[in-house]
């Protein structure tokens, strides 16, 4: 069995080696990834428990955590440069409660996989060069997400792993969307967490043979004595399944019922020291992290400017659309636009179709504003695309994917 050796010092031979047959490795990127999932699963099918099985079919996930292992070895000779995006994937790590003793699994499998897919061309030279680099490269990450552990157990009532948590409330939010009031079943006190945060939620659905963890965005302000997030059903399209853990939330968990959730985290959230006019852009169920920040910006800086531009297609799937509105009512400094692409009759909207640059022209006070927004893969991109050409510097623009991260 090949072996990742524990924190070498990296010798010139070695950075060599890994720095000349990035390359190749990258070149098979897709077969190597392919294997090793395979691999890792065979070997390890208690993984199951932890890898979104969606994200493997759909092929998204698997060439992440190849890709970034391939992109790092490129800086194995100045790690520190990888670090902001090492913190980036280890929000989503601590949140998944990946633990250091699993790093030797991942690089063990990765190596065998390189080997297989390479054959001859992998000579043993390369192959020990590569666990090397893979284990300061998995150093790295072991660093950076103990911190975070015990950041959030330090927290008053923080907690590593999962806590139980009891469904205090459900509400139906629109045709699609439904929230979930979460208090601790153990009666103890919740973290303050940031607006823009998000839990994992371990859904141990019966009958199914491993547990699905999926990400969601506290939709309210922190400082409650429950949390509260907001989940759309996806519902089968065509030839694709429903979604797993939406629909059991929809359709089996009921009030009463327990989830076990990790702690808050992420690396997008407001910044509640800035006073420019704040800009909360959503699409679809992209609103919940935006409602969290809405109803933090209200009661924390009551001076400040927010423009909460929600898309949607209609009223139908409109979710908490009651909520802005009351919120609309009683803080003068927010400003709310609904833009809906397909309104049905005696809908009441701003805009027809999708976003323009030119209707954020004509709504927003300027480009100086702090932008903030999450939604569909195509809305993201056409909205960062839209402020750069509006000249807004890339430190106002914030966004988050709900999913695995991808270049917009
Ligand atoms: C940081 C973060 C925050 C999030 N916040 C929220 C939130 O606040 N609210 C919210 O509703 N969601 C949120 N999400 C998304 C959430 O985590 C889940 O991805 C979502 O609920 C779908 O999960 P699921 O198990 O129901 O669907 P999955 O089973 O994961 O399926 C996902 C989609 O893929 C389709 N699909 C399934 N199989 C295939 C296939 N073979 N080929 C092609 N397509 C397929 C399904 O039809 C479905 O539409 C967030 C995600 C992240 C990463
Ligand atoms: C150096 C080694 C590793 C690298 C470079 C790496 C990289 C990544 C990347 C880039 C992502 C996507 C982040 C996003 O959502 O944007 C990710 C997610 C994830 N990683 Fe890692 N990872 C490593 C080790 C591990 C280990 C040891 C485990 C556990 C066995 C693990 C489990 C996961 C899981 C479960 C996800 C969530 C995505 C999904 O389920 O589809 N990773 N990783």
Redesign the pocket.
């Known amino acids: 069995m090949i072996t990742t050796q524990e924190k070498p010092a990296l010798d010139q031979k070695t950075i060599d080696t890994v720095k000349a047959t990035v390359p190749v490795l990258a070149e098979h990127g897709e077969s190597i990834t392919k294997r090793f999932y395979q691999l890792l699963f065979q070997n390890h099918p208690e993984l199951k428990n932890i890898f ?1 099985q ?2 493997q ?2 092929g998204r996930q698997p060439k992440a955590l190849a890709n970034t292992v391939y992109a790092a070895a490129q800086y194995i000779d100045n790690l520190e440069a990888i670090v902001p995006v090492v913190k980036q994937i280890a929000h989503k790590h601590r949140s998944l409660n990946i633990k250091p003793e699993q790093y030797p699994i991942v690089g063990e499998n990765l190596l065998q996989a390189i080997k297989d897919t390479l054959g001859d061309q992998a000579t043993d030279e390369i192959i020990t060069a590569w666990g090397k680099a893979y284990g300061v490269i998995a150093d790295v990450f072991i660093e950076v997400e103990q911190e975070m552990y015990h950041e959030v157990s330090r927290q008053t009532g923080g907690w590593t792993g999962f806590r139980n948590f009891t469904v205090a409330k459900k509400v139906k939010e629109s045709d699609v ?1 439904t929230s979930f009031y979460l208090k601790p079943e153990d009666g103890g006190l919740l973290p303050e967490f940031k607006p823009g945060h ?1 839990i994992t939620v371990k859904a141990e659905i019966p009958g199914e043979p491993y547990n ?1 963890l ?4 506290m ?1 309210d302000a922190p400082g409650k004595d429950y949390f509260r ?4 059903r ?1 519902d ?2 065509e030839d ?8 059991y939330l929809h359709k089996q968990v009921e009030e009463g019922d327990i989830l076990p959730i990790s702690a808050p985290g ?1 690396d997008f959230f407001l910044d509640t020291e800035n006073e420019k006019p704040l800009v909360l852009l959503s699409g679809g ?1 992209g609103q ?2 935006m409602l969290s920040m809405l109803n933090t910006v209200v009661e924390k800086q009551p001076n400040r400017p927010v423009y909460f531009i929600h898309a949607a297609q209609n009223s139908a799937v409109h979710g908490l659309k009651k909520e802005v509105q009351n919120l609309t009512n009683a803080h003068t400094q927010v400003n709310a636009y609904t833009c809906y692409s397909t309104p049905q009759a005696g809908d009441q909207y701003d805009y027809e179709g999708f976003v323009t640059l030119d209707w954020l022209m004509e709504i927003l006070p300027s480009n100086d504003c702090d932008f903030y927004f999450c939604g569909p893969e195509g809305f993201m991109r056409s909205l960062k695309q839209s402020l750069a050409e509006w000249n807004v510097p890339d430190e106002q623009i914030h966004y ?4 695995p991260n991808i270049e917009l």
């Open positions: 979104n969606t994200n079919r759909k969307i998000y699905h999926r990400q969601y965005s939709s997030i907001s989940v759309k996806e089968s399209i694709h399944p429903e979604g797993v853990v939406s629909n992420g169920v919940t992290p988050e994917f709900f999913g």
